[in-house]
T-cell receptor
Framework: NAGVMQNPRHLVRRRGQEARLRCSPV?????VYWYRQLPEEGLKFMVY????????ESGMPKERFSAEFPKEGPSILRIQQVVRGDSAAYFC????????????FGNGTRLTVT | AQSVTQLDSQVPVFEEAPVELRCNYS??????LFWYVQYPNQGLQLLLK??????LVKGINGFEAEFNKSQTSFHLRKPSVHISDTAEYFC????????????FGTGTRLLVSP
């Protein structure tokens, strides 16, 4: 079984551009999570989604960041008008419905803003 | 609010020596605890977890951890490390019975040298 697939692995954007990060969950997992890892820090929760629903976005910055998990296709984390401070590793995780299993993490997308 | 503290940012150790990576949590309610390992440029892999029951939990790759409620600790141990154990280790906790929204420590880099 394929694990959580994230692409691209590395993404370079200039300040002001948009970044789109994709995440395909483990087959059969209906819940997706995005975490951000800033340099020298642990992972910080950003958002938790179910198909077509945002369940908890308490960790998302109020502006420029959005996430979706459509009925078909991967989950997308979108960062508009990127700034240098957005440079980080963004990890996606997926799980079965709550209480039925644990988070499986992808290999991450490393975003560099120049 | 729950928090997870990893006191050591880096732990150097010689091959075949024992190692302990420390983790303390603060939570006034029941907590579920996890240890993840991150190899360079890879995602997080679940090492072990404590949900309930026996306070000594065994994980993959010969690692184990002990849940100590009185000391609010969940230290990770291995009796004899290998070069291949060199990685970043993250302690994480969740108050949610569905195990979503993990709170991570800042990580401990284990450096195993010959």
């Amino acid at each position: 079984n394929a694990g959580v697939m994230q692409n691209p692995r590395h993404l370079v954007r200039r300040r002001g551009q948009e970044a789109r990060l994709r995440c395909s969950p483990v087959k059969g997992h209906s819940h997706v999570y995005w975490y951000r890892q800033l340099p020298e820090e642990g992972l910080k929760f950003m958002v938790y989604l179910q198909k077509e629903n945002i369940i908890d976005e308490s960790g998302m910055p109020k502006e420029r960041f959005s996430a979706e998990f459509p009925k078909e296709g991967p989950s997308i984390l979108r960062i508009q008008q990127v700034v240098r401070g957005d440079s980080a590793a963004y990890f996606c995780a997926s799980s079965p419905p709550p209480g039925q299993g644990f988070l499986h993490f992808g290999n991450g997308t490393r975003l560099t803003v120049t | 609010a729950q928090s997870v503290t990893q006191l050591d940012s880096q732990v150097p150790v010689f091959e075949e020596a024992p190692v302990e990576l420390r983790c303390n949590y603060s939570s006034s309610v029941s907590v579920y605890l996890f240890w993840y390992v991150q190899y360079p440029n890879q995602g997080l892999q679940l090492l072990l977890k404590y949900l309930s029951g026996s306070t000594l939990v065994k994980g993959i790759n010969g690692f184990e951890a002990e849940f100590n409620k009185s000391q609010t600790s969940f230290h990770l141990r291995k009796p004899s490390v290998h070069i291949s154990d060199t990685a970043e280790y993250f302690c994480a906790g969740s108050m949610n019975t569905g195990f979503q929204k993990l709170v991570f420590g800042t990580g401990t880099r284990l450096l195993v040298s010959p």
